[in-house]
């Protein structure tokens, strides 16, 4: 089994900055996929951004140029660099990982999920 452990969520003012932390512990073997996703109040859930074991990155459309995903300094951990934060930035902001476990078993596995709202 695999856990996933998220922080940094809250309350921030537009233009504000916010970093978000997930680590991964458990029995994994190898990590392919490590991302954020976020899902507003009445709306579809969303890629934020992702990185690859190999570094490769993807961000959504409309977090370019101010979020950065990064690989944190500790072994399967990720964070997310959140820079002029709009309102609309607001939303519950979830872990996703894509690894394989010691037991040969490729899978997804998602955090609870951190409220970030973005207001004045």
């Known amino acids: 089994q695999v856990q996933l452990v998220e922080s940094g969520g809250g309350l921030v003012q537009p233009g504000g900055s916010l970093r978000l932390s997930c680590a991964a512990s458990?029995?994994?073997?190898?990590?392919?996929?490590m991302a954020w996703y976020r899902q507003a109040p009445g709306k579809q859930r969303e890629l934020v951004a992702g990185?690859?074991?190999?570094?490769?990155?993807d961000y959504g459309d409309s977090v370019k140029g101010r979020f950065t995903i990064s690989r944190g300094n500790a072994e399967n951990t990720v964070d997310l660099q959140m820079n002029t934060l709009k309102p609309e930035d607001t939303a519950v902001y979830s872990c996703?990982?894509?690894?394989?476990?010691?037991?040969?078993?490729?899978?997804?596995?998602w955090g609870q999920g951190t409220q970030v709202t973005v207001s004045s």
């Open positions: 996703y990982v894509q690894c394989r476990t010691v037991l040969g078993v490729r899978n997804d596995y």
């Open positions: 458990g029995r994994i073997f190898s990590l392919y996929v």
């Open positions: 990185i690859t074991s190999g570094g490769s990155t």
